[in-house]
């Protein structure tokens, strides 16, 4: 049977805290990058809030894939596909929205290193104590002890399809996955998001 995380869904008023946040150690930093790398999937939308917060036009793309509720098949982290424009001589920005192995962005990081940038940090909204990579820069640490599996805005379909059929296998169903949420994973979700869900995972 497979495992259920708990889970913290994040709002969009915590979305613009962090971005927030994150906006203001750049700047006392004085570190504004000209060029934001943001890792695709997850890392785009808080490059896009940050870009617009710092005042940077210029956001590149790197898409990494990593474990977790949509998880490569080894779990191992891997580059699917390379930055989408150059980075030489940038003062560069890599942001994604949460360290939690640390494996993918180290993994970014040292790919745009490559590229040759003349400065190259790092940034995330969310940082698991537990991680083998610290970003420069993130808004909010959360301690080993306490680690959840975040559920972003902008992963909440993807991430809910994939713990509804998890919990389908304690017991098939929309009311049973979604109590099985709620006392497993600590998400109390509404029976409508589910029967959504439904109409593209079968549920039973």
């Known amino acids: 049977m497979a495992d259920l995380p708990r889970c913290r869904r994040a709002s969009w008023d915590d979305v613009d805290a962090w971005a927030d946040r994150l ?6 930093g004085d ?4 060029t934001i790398v943001g890792l695709t999937r997850g890392g ?47 003062a560069t920005l890599v942001v994604d929205d949460i360290t939690d192995t640390g494996d993918s962005l180290r993994l970014a990081v040292d790919h745009v290193r490559e590229a040759h940038p003349r400065r190259l940090e790092s940034a995330t909204f969310l940082h698991i104590a537990h991680s083998k990579f610290t ?3 993130f808004a909010e640490e959360i301690p080993r002890t306490a680690w959840v599996w975040v559920v972003f805005p902008w992963n909440y379909w993807e991430d809910l399809a994939q713990l509804a059929t998890r919990a389908a296998e304690r017991g098939r169903g929309v009311d049973a996955i979604r ?18 869900v439904a109409r593209y995972v079968p549920l039973g």
């Not at 906006?23 to 006392?28: E, H, M, Q, S, W």
């Open 135 to 137: 970003p420069t820069y």
């Open 44 to 90: 785009w939308v808080p490059a896009r809030l940050l870009a617009d917060r710092l005042g940077v036009k210029r956001i590149v793309s790197l898409r990494a894939q990593h474990w977790g509720v949509t998880a490569t098949p080894d779990g191992a982290a891997t580059l699917a596909e390379g930055l989408s424009g150059p980075v030489a001589d940038e």
């Open 23 to 28: 906006a203001a150690a750049v700047r006392d």
């Open 31 to 34: 570190a504004v990058p000209t």
């Open 179 to 196: 109590r099985t949420l709620r006392e497993a994973c600590g998400l109390d979700v509404p029976r409508a998001d589910l029967e959504r």
